[in-house]
């Protein structure tokens, strides 16, 4: 299977300030038939179900603020709030949905505000 | 309004059975690919299992802690999905959420439910 591991477990970050996250996957999850990565990234506030931020990596869902933004290097990829919002504390989840099952999703990342 | 709704949680015993349900509204359900996912107390986000579209002739792959206990169903008439989960242990203990994986987005989770809660305890 593969694992997924995300960094840090949490973080705070002052209102107007750069958040940034990080996940590793134990093997690629690029597709070499359309050269994309099968990486999404997802939101979940307090109570809430998990919301689709990004998939393919570095696609935004759509109605999700462009504040959000994924990338990628290898196996390693980088969930980035460009100016933390309040309504932006929640933990976020990077999962893998590569070839074949199990799916796979890192451990969180709590952001919150410092 | 695309839409799921689940339904059929509760508290069980160990060993005893659930069936837990998932209704489908605002998008064509019969084409989607559907995942369960569920969610400890406290914990992350762990994929359960998944079913195909009949067209693909409705096939199932599980997590391998539900493998053999856990079965995954659809009734495209009625828009449905479920979750039969039988010999059910306190780690299943958890919030279920069934979700969507549709071609759009090459397969992330675009729909969720609200979740239903699943308690095992004796």
């Known amino acids: 299977d593969i694992v997924m591991t995300q960094s840090p477990d949490s973080l705070a970050v002052s209102l107007g300030e750069r958040a940034t996250i990080n996940c590793e996957s134990s093997q690629s999850v690029l597709y070499n038939g359309n050269n994309k990565n099968y990486l999404a990234w997802y939101q979940q506030k307090p109570g809430q179900p998990p919301k689709l931020l990004i998939y393919?990596?570095?696609t935004r869902e759509s109605g999700v603020p462009d504040r959000f933004s994924g990338s990628e290097s290898g196996t390693h990829f980088t969930l980035t709030i460009s100016s933390l919002q309040a309504e932006d504390v929640a933990v976020y989840y990077c999962?893998?949905?590569?070839?074949?099952?199990?799916?796979?999703f890192g451990q969180g990342t709590r952001v919150e505000i410092k | 309004e695309e839409r799921l709704v689940e339904s059929g949680g509760g508290l069980v015993k160990p060993g005893e059975s659930l069936r837990l349900s998932c209704e489908a509204s605002?998008?064509?359900?019969?084409?989607?690919?559907m995942s369960w996912v569920r969610q400890a107390p406290g914990k992350g986000l762990e994929w359960v299992g998944r079913i195909k579209s009949k067209a693909l002739g409705e096939m199932t792959h599980y997590a391998a802690p539900v493998k053999g206990r856990f079965t995954i169903s659809r009734d495209d008439s009625e828009n449905t999905l479920y979750l039969q989960m039988n010999s059910l242990k306190t780690d299943d203990t958890a919030m279920y959420y069934c979700t969507t994986e549709r071609g759009r987005t090459g397969g992330a989770f675009d729909i969720w439910g609200q979740g239903t809660i699943v308690t095992v305890s004796s």
């Open positions: 999962q893998q949905y590569y070839s074949s099952p199990p799916w796979t």
């Open positions: 393919w990596a570095s």
């Open positions: 605002g998008f064509t359900f019969s084409e989607a690919w």
